[in-house]
């Protein structure tokens, strides 16, 4: 049994590359869910309070010495709570929030060791969470597959092939389509490999400068099977950003939305491009999503819209 990976560097400066290239990683591990009724295991999250703080300051451009004043602490005591998460004293979290454009009880809420509920993915029988490590980075890719036909679709490549063939072989599916959330090294590594093994299979991102059959449309949806499946500009981490919607799941069990580095339980993805963009695009095609869509995201534990509307201190 295994789930999504907890804390990695999901965050590091990835440049783009053009799909199917990357280094292969023979240490990735991979971990799938079984078919059985699980439940997650409570995580570790992605970004620990200095990860969030460090990011709230880069994205309001306030300094380390104007942050630490607010705080409390001095720049050596604000430097130890952003690297590790914690600090010599306890820090004024409601006015750091306040300075750096956090919602204060939410932060304090991190502070205090919230994280996502248990879920319990036997409400979306054909749905796993592969985790792939390298250099101690670990990124989730997602497999989904409709239960009569056995169609599959894969959600990112992660960093190694090999977990992601050996799922598909041992439940006997066809793999259809592959879609990429945004084509950061850790996201892609092993999409050569898998298209390799998968030639057949449609490949769909939201790269402008991709190939035209393979470019994400506004209006696009493709069955798999008896799920339905539709995408989201969610540009701001990466100019590429897309968040997938699957949909009519059996038993009516709640949409899924994989989200990339759009959003984590309790933080977002550094704004590469743009900090507000990247905000104003979670608002807008993410968080107006159903309160009970199930969130995965490409580092640390699944989330749910509303889980993220009442923790996130970033909305």
Not at 40 to 61: P, Q, T, V, W, Y
Request: hydrophobic fraction near 40%; charged fraction near 20%; proline fraction near 5%.
């Amino acid at each position: 049994m295994a789930c999504c990976s907890s804390r990695s560097a999901g965050d590091s400066d990835f440049g783009f590359r053009e799909f199917g290239f990357g280094p292969r990683v023979a240490s990735a591990i991979g971990l799938e869910l079984p078919r059985l009724a699980v439940n997650f295991l409570r995580m570790n999250l992605e970004d620990h309070l200095g990860d969030i703080i460090r990011k709230a300051r880069g994205m309001s451009n306030i300094s380390a010495a104007a942050a630490a004043q607010a705080a409390g602490l001095t720049e050596t005591e604000l430097a130890t709570l952003e690297e590790s998460g914690q600090a010599p004293k306890k820090p004024n979290l409601a006015a750091l929030a306040e300075l750096v454009g956090l919602h204060p009880s939410k932060l304090e809420a991190i502070a205090n060791g919230w994280v996502p509920a248990e879920k319990d993915l036997s409400i979306w029988r054909e749905l796993r969470c592969i985790t792939t490590t390298a250099g101690g980075m670990a990124v989730n890719c997602y497999l989904v597959w409709d239960e009569v036909s056995r169609e599959a679709a894969l959600f990112d490549a992660g960093w190694e092939a090999a977990p992601v063939v050996e799922l598909i072989a041992q439940n006997g599916l066809e793999l259809r389509h592959i879609f990429i959330t945004h084509a950061h090294e850790d996201h892609v590594a092993a999409l050569g490999d898998i298209r390799e093994a998968f030639p057949r299979a449609r490949l769909h991102s939201g790269l402008k400068g991709g190939p035209v059959d393979q470019r994400n449309r506004p209006n696009d949806f493709i069955h798999l099977g008896s799920l339905r499946i539709t995408n989201r500009d969610t540009p701001g981490h990466a100019e590429d950003g897309t968040t997938y919607i699957i949909g009519t799941w059996g038993e009516d069990a709640p949409h899924v939305a994989i989200v990339g580095d759009a959003l984590f339980a309790g933080s977002i993805g550094r704004g590469n491009q743009s900090w507000d963009l990247a905000r104003q695009k979670v608002r807008e095609q993410i968080l107006t999503l159903p309160a009970e869509t199930l969130l995965c995201p490409g580092h640390g534990p699944l989330t749910t819209v509303a889980e993220e509307k009442a923790h996130n201190p970033f909305f």
